[in-house]
RNA sequence: GGCCCCGUAGCUCAGCCGGAUAGAGCAACUGCCUUCUAAGCAGUAGGUCACAGGUUCGAAUCCUGUCGGGGUCGCCA
């Protein structure tokens, strides 16, 4: 039950009377008003904003906004859920609801328990197929903190679609094509030599020089003996490649999976050109050159200071100006291979073969140059009716109370994901991680996050669950044998719910899946993770209001039917705090003793 | 120099497909522990929403420009 949308529809309806009448345009785009919590509770329980959003189409008919606003209000007055429906301000409709629609709110959540707050169909009345990319960290090493960001919002994200009832596939692109992963393997070799006792010295410059592939190098020598060490490059590096990507793909697999993030698709793009459909990046781009967007010619050069290196020569290009890029992009590399970009686009093109309706690409802040080449490629591919949308996560600056944790890459000595991880725990790096927009950066201090207290959201939100937890089993003491199953207490008498403290609580709940439904919509999931600490927040303040007034406390020995009521209340708070944190992959403790 | 992101309270940040008197937490100040867990709560104070224009009945939100911070800039991934 969402009571906003529920309202949504039911003026649609009045709209629609209106337009029958001939007084508004048959064609309104009734997507266009909103049906949301007024500024302020004492204003109401819904505003609607149809008159000023309408205006100019109602004017002939109307007037002015607050006229046709009063109209809608006085038809809506007719509703037997509403009380009050009044005009405020330039044209809001403030609408007070009958207070039985809220018990009917609370037993429609218990009754949907896990359930309330997945809306069926998504927004717009259209589940989407979508697919989220995310981490596609490079496999030439563990994952560092910045990748974590990507890896839980993206996760997160797909937790949160799928909620919202779209059918989501997550997935993971392994670059393993380029000159990175060659670096890669040759380190591997070295490694390898070492393992089998000679003195490598230093790692040269241009490879990798963390002592995670030392492990990788025992591996190889276990399974190889001396058969990779008086052979040429051009014999091993094959051989080697394939083994220590894989090796590192188990680590980033097993880093993810510390974190509760499993993908279900492992794209490789070395598998774009030798994989069983054949030269997938020439396909792509013959498809793109069918329809005349591949062309050779010279590109501008770069404006203010000239690389380098800087060639003025013929390319290979496609053409993503027409499709809003700032210039044409190359998809040929000057030796002929594919560049990065070209990979993407047949990559891309997979995706869009999949059937999907909507692509969605967590990258690091770093490729935001990247995002509208990209853009163009899914219009193009697509015909435009493929959305992609780009998210970008910002760094993270690793703090220890107060203090900026040293983050050295020389000599690959670096903070990973795993050390943070295996320090704080999962729950705090994923819901700090998502209490941030994800396009703003982050400070992540190692020690706040594992502070028992409420500067520490984490914290302050679990424990508002464990509370409420609390609360249902001192009611078992209290009434021994009570049923505090969902069904009994949706049966108990709601109306008892007055307070209001209470029904603020009943009204935050209520919102749910308003929250849901608009966080899923623009791929926000950090909205969860406001909306989870403001309603610890006002269970947490009507829990203390019981300190003084006694007759407040959920708990009643002497008022067993209040005490229910309230049960109800508390019951469908923690079916909440659990579903909202369950969709940010953060688990909700029954206790924290 | 081009492009992208950001600029909101002393600090950290919400709010942004236009809507009512711009919110929260921390820090500051004032109160509240013989307790259904004080691991908390209530209250006070704190703002030219970077700046200047524009669109609009209405702009923190949209557009243009300026300033400041970050990122990025033909063959890397």
Redesign the pocket.
């Known amino acids: 039950m969402n009571i906003f949308a529920d309202f949504h529809a039911r003026i649609a309806t009045i709209l629609g009377r209106f337009a029958a009448a001939g007084r508004l345009p048959q064609d309104l785009d009734l ?2 008003f ?1 049906v ?1 919590p ?3 509770a004492a ?2 329980d819904l ?3 149809a008159a ?2 309408f ?2 189409e109602a004017k002939a008919s109307f007037g002015s ?1 607050r006229v046709f606003a009063a109209e809608l209000a006085i038809a809506l007055a007719d509703d037997p859920d509403v009380a009050q429906a009044e005009v ?7 609408i007070r609801l009958k207070p039985h629609i809220f018990p009917a709110v609370l037993r429609a959540a218990l009754a949907a328990g896990a359930k309330f707050g997945a809306s069926p169909q998504g927004r717009g009345g259209r589940a989407q197929k979508i697919n989220v990319e995310y981490v596609s960290a ?1 496999p030439t090493g563990p994952m560092h903190v910045g990748h974590g960001r990507g890896a839980v919002f993206g996760d997160a994200l797909a937790s949160l679609l799928e909620f919202a009832g779209h059918e989501v596939t997550r997935e993971y692109y392994i ?7 060659d670096a890669l393997a040759r380190s591997a070799h070295m490694r390898y030599r070492e393992a089998l006792g000679e003195n490598i010295g230093a790692i040269p410059e241009g490879l990798y020089p963390g002592d995670y592939l030392a492990p990788v190098g025992r591996a190889l020598a276990a399974k190889f003996g001396r058969g990779l060490l008086d052979r040429p490059e051009s014999e091993w590096l094959e051989l080697v490649r394939v083994a220590t990507i894989e090796a590192m793909m188990d680590m980033i697999r097993a880093d993810l999976a510390a974190l509760n993030i499993t993908h279900e698709v492992f794209f490789s ?1 070395r598998s774009l050109t030798r994989g069983e459909g054949g030269d997938r990046v020439a396909q792509a781009i013959d498809y793109l050159r069918e329809k005349d967007l591949v062309y050779v010619g ?2 501008p ?5 000239l ?1 380098d ?7 290979t290009l496609f053409r993503s100006t027409q499709f809003g890029d ?1 210039v044409d ?2 998809l040929l ?3 002929g ?5 070209a990979s993407d686009i047949a990559y891309h093109k997979v995706k869009i073969d999949g059937g999907f309706d909507t692509l969605i690409d967590v990258w ?9 080449r990209m853009d163009a490629a899914v219009k193009a591919l697509s015909a435009g009716k493929v959305a992609l949308d780009v998210k ?1 996560c ?2 993270v600056k690793l703090m220890r109370a107060g203090e900026p944790v040293k983050m050295s890459k020389r000599s690959g000595d670096f903070v990973t994901l795993r050390e943070v991880v295996d320090e704080v725990g999962v729950d705090a790096v994923r819901f700090m991680m998502l ?3 994800n ?5 992540f201090d190692l020690a706040k996050v594992i502070d ?6 984490v ?2 939100v679990q ?1 508002a669950h ?2 409420a ?3 249902l ?3 078992l ?1 209290a009434f021994p044998g009570l049923d505090i199953s969902a069904a009994a207490l949706a049966a108990a008498s709601l109306d008892l719910l007055v307070d209001e403290g209470e029904l603020s609580l009943v009204k935050m709940l209520a919102q749910f899946p308003r929250v849901v439904e ?1 966080a899923g ?2 791929h ?1 999931p ?2 969860i993770a ?1 909306y989870l ?2 309603l ?3 269970f ?9 007034a ?1 007759d ?4 009643n020995e002497n008022k067993r039917d209040l005490t229910c009521a309230r049960l109800a209340l508390i019951l469908c708070l923690s079916t909440v705090l659990a579903t909202g944190l369950g969709v940010l992959g953060v688990s909700a403790p029954d ?3």
Do not use: C
């Open positions: 997507s266009r909103v949301e007024p500024r302020e204003l109401g505003a609607v904003n000023m959003v205006a100019k906004p405020a301000g330039p044209g809001f409709i403030n490079n670059n393993d094509a380029g000159a990175q992963v793009e010279r590109l050069p770069p404006k203010g200071q690389p290196d800087w060639e003025d020569r013929d390319q700032d992009r190359p590399k000057s030796d291979g594919y560049t990065y970009f690091g802040a770093d490729h935001g140059g990247y995002v509208k970008l910002q760094l209490f941030r927009k396009d703003a950066p982050l400070e028992q207290s409420k500067d520490n959201a914290f302050y424990y464990a509370r937890r609390s609360v089993r001192q009611a003491a608009s919509f623009a926000e950090h909205r406001f600490h403001e610890a927040s006002l947490h303040a009507q829990w203390n209001r019981g300190k003084d006694h407040l406390r959920f708990v206790e924290m003793r």
